[in-house]
Nanobody, 127 residues
Framework: QVQLVESGGGLVQPGGSLRLSCAAS????????ISWFRQAPGKEREGVSC??????????YYADSVKGRFTISRDNAKNTIYLQMNSLKPEDTAVYSC??????????????????WGQGTQVTVSS
């Protein structure tokens, strides 16, 4: 059964960094696209980043709001996906969740529609 567990959230000052982890189990990471979403109180959920195999390449996606500051990566040996977040701003405050989507051996371009969800981890950027 597909399971995703996020960790690494917390309180950080503006300009600081955090690295979120999404530990995956119950499936082969290479066959799935993994996305990060966030939702702040009173706001709609936003797709932040995505990583997926796409034929013989790797496809990544970043929302304009995080481009140049966030980096998504994948460690297949550990079945874990990371979201490195640098130069954090107060507007990055949200619950961050990872999501998995089956894309098969040929993969897909990011972004993709999420299917399986983790429980989320809180990120608060405040002085």
């Amino acid at each position: 059964q597909v399971q995703l567990v996020e960790s690494g959230g917390g309180l950080v000052q503006p300009g600081g960094s955090l690295r979120l982890s999404c530990a995956a189990s119950g499936f082969t990471l290479n066959d799935y696209a993994i996305s990060w979403f966030r939702q702040a109180p009173g706001k709609e959920r936003e797709g932040v980043s995505c990583i997926s195999n796409n034929d013989n390449d790797v496809s990544t996606y970043y929302a304009d709001s995080v481009k140049g500051r966030f980096t998504i990566s994948r460690d297949n040996a550990k079945n874990t996906i990371y979201l490195q977040m640098n130069s954090l701003k107060p507007e990055d405050t949200a619950v961050y969740s990872c999501a998995a989507t089956y894309v098969g051996s040929y993969g897909s371009n990011c972004p993709v529609l999420p299917v399986y969800w983790g429980q989320g981890t809180q990120v608060t950027v405040s002085s």
